[in-house]
């Protein structure tokens, strides 16, 4: 059984006023990407933060790396590797001047190695005011490796990223797991937290609705298998027989809902022996998240 090297337990904070988090209560395993999937102001980044040591919770106990928060913060903050929301550095050095200054703080030597792994060496003489978004990422997750930390936490890597940056970055944070760190990630993309996380915990006004690994919750609350043929013959027969929910499209096909995968995998064999045209989607992480909230998050990370 993996190490737990975080453990969180009834974690409550409240700003005046506000409950922000309400006693959540979750655990990260040693090696994995953990996700804190939730909308804007659903608690992610107090929650983070207080993991952090930077913010002190109202109630509720947490461990990190086996430390307790309320007592042995600066042993926490030495241990991890932390990219702030919103993460900004300074604008008038270049991005190799950014890490090495990082890295005179921690003592550390490896600065060049660091720049190699993350791509920043082939920009490094670039001023950080001058960078695309995912070049200030790339350079960002680059000063939380300076510490040699094994935990890391990064608060919205990839918000406000181009597609084809966040897609790097998101090669860059699975390259980091490879490297055997645990990755504590919060997000509003759900296709970030599919392709990306091993578990993820549904975070919605300060709760966790659902905590699972990611083929858990879609298995659970995905909804089922989407089938879809075109509407003539007996592919139509087939999916109306067996599937238990049937929706016709105006393209003139008709989708088939499978909760089981059995029962899936039985109606796929006989369209297939039939040489039917099929066309078969899994539930991703979206529609779980619809499923359990009945809402979904924009790109800006509204609830909607
Ligand atoms: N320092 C603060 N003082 C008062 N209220 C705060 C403070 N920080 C956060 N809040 C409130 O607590 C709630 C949770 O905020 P938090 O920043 O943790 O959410 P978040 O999930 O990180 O949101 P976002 O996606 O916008 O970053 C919000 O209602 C926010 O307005
Ligand atoms: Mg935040």
């Given amino acids: 059984m993996a190490r737990k090297v975080i453990r969180v337990k009834d974690l409550t904070k409240e ?13 990260v395993k040693e090696g994995e990407i953990f996700s804190l999937v939730g909308p804007n102001g659903a608690g992610k980044t107090t929650t983070v933060e207080i993991l952090e040591c930077l913010r002190e919770p109202t109630s509720g106990e947490a461990t990190v790396l086996g ?8 042993k926490i903050k030495e241990k991890i590797g932390v990219m702030p929301q919103d993460f900004n550095t300074f604008d008038r050095l270049t991005a ?6 990082m890295g005179d703080l921690y003592g550390s030597n490896n600065v060049e190695e ?14 950080f005011a001058d960078l695309s978004g995912g070049m200030k990422t790339k350079v960002g997750i680059g000063m939380t490796l300076i510490s040699n930390a094994d ?21 860059l944070i699975k390259d980091l797991k490879r490297m055997g760190k645990t990755v504590f990630l919060t997000t509003h993309y759900m ?6 996380s091993d578990r993820a915990a549904i975070l919605i006004d300060g709760e966790i609705e659902v905590l699972d690994s990611i083929e858990n919750l879609i298995d659970q609350h995905g909804g089922g298998i ?14 109306h027989d067996k599937a238990d929910e049937v929706l016709e499209g105006e393209d003139g096909t008709l989708t088939g809902i499978f909760d089981s995968k059995k029962e899936a995998r039985q ?32 790109e800006g990370g509204e609830l909607v």
């Fill in 151 to 171: 935990l890391l936490f990064l608060d919205e890597p990839t918000t406000g990223l181009d597609p084809h940056a966040r897609r790097e970055t998101w090669n």
């Fill in 191 to 196: 296709e970030e937290v599919e392709s990306l």
């Fill in 267 to 298: 109606a796929l064999i006989k369209l297939f022996q039939l040489d039917s045209k099929v066309e078969v989607q899994d539930a991703g992480m979206d529609e779980v998240f619809i499923r359990l909230t009945g809402g979904k998050i924009d």
């Fill in 15 to 27: 700003y005046d006023g506000t409950t922000a988090v309400k006693e959540i209560s979750f655990q």
């Fill in 67 to 74: 430390h307790d928060i309320s007592d042995e913060a600066e």
């Fill in 96 to 101: 190799e001047e950014n890490i090495k200054l």
């Fill in 114 to 127: 660091i720049m190699k792994k993350v791509g920043v060496d082939k920009f490094k003489n670039k001023k």
């Fill in 226 to 239: 989407k089938v879809r043929v075109l509407e003539d013959g007996r592919a139509v027969e087939i999916i």
